[in-house]
């Protein structure tokens, strides 16, 4: 089945930092790959999201570029800000279906120090 | 546009208890999403729902646990005799019917954070 696999956290960084967090997943046909964030203590959010092979998808300074030979949604940032601090989530969308079952990774903690 | 509503929050029960949670989708979405996320781990699919049917349950727990998207009113989410390793935030999703072209995203409340004591 489809599957997603996050670089491990936690990460920390300092504030003016470069941020990659790596996502690689595993589906067969041709899904949608998203971003989402969560806030401590709140729900998900979209962060990006590319949609075909070659696609950036970029928001608040995010980026990231579906690369469908390496099956790879790396995300990049590149100055991260202490409100950057959060847990970002990769996730893969099936297709074939009416509806849009979301698979994710297990989440990256990122910790942006002052 | 009100968003993905869940309630309650917080909700806190005995061992043995029964937990409903709701989740009221978007405005104009046709399909409901349930996720489980343990303490310290990712998001767990658990099931989706089209109005009066389920679509795809295979991530529910074989005991316990049912959900429901009547005709009219929120989803459903019902949790039988709780133990405490029920204890989790459940978040709720919700898009509108897929179409050619759609990007297939959720969009997600804030979460009901149930506590089993």
């Known amino acids: 089945g489809d599957s997603v696999t996050q670089m491990e956290g936690p990460v920390t960084l300092s504030e003016e930092a470069f941020l990659t967090i790596n996502c690689t997943y595993t589906?067969?046909?041709?899904?949608?790959l998203f971003w989402y964030v969560q806030y401590p203590g709140e729900g998900l959010q979209l962060l990006l999201k590319?949609?075909?092979?070659?696609d950036k998808g970029s928001n608040k300074g995010f980026e990231a570029t579906y690369r469908k030979e390496t099956t790879s949604f790396h995300l990049e940032k590149g100055s991260v800000q202490v409100s950057d601090s959060a847990v970002y989530f990769c996730?893969?969308?099936?297709?074939?279906?009416?509806?849009?079952?979301?698979?994710f990774g297990e989440g990256t903690q990122l910790t942006v120090n002052p | 546009n009100a968003g993905v509503m869940q309630n309650p929050r917080h909700l806190v029960r005995r061992r043995g208890q029964e937990a409903r949670l709701r989740c009221s989708p978007m405005k104009g979405h046709s399909h409901v999403y349930w996720y489980r996320q343990l303490p310290e781990e990712g998001l767990k699919f658990m099931v989706y729902l089209q109005k009066e049917n389920i679509i795809d349950e295979s991530g529910m727990p074989k005991e316990r646990f049912s959900a429901e998207f009547p005709k009219e009113g929120p989803s459903i989410l019902r949790i039988q005799q709780v133990v405490r390793g029920d204890s989790a935030a459940y978040f709720c999703?919700?898009?509108?019917?897929?179409?050619?072209?759609?990007?297939?995203?959720?969009?997600f409340g804030e979460g009901s954070r149930l506590t089993v004591l």
């Open positions: 999703a919700s898009s509108p019917l897929r179409q050619r072209g759609s990007t297939g995203e959720l969009f």
């Open positions: 589906a067969t046909g041709y899904p949608s």
């Open positions: 996730a893969l969308s099936d297709t074939g279906t009416s509806g849009s079952r979301l698979t």
């Open positions: 590319a949609t075909k092979a070659d």
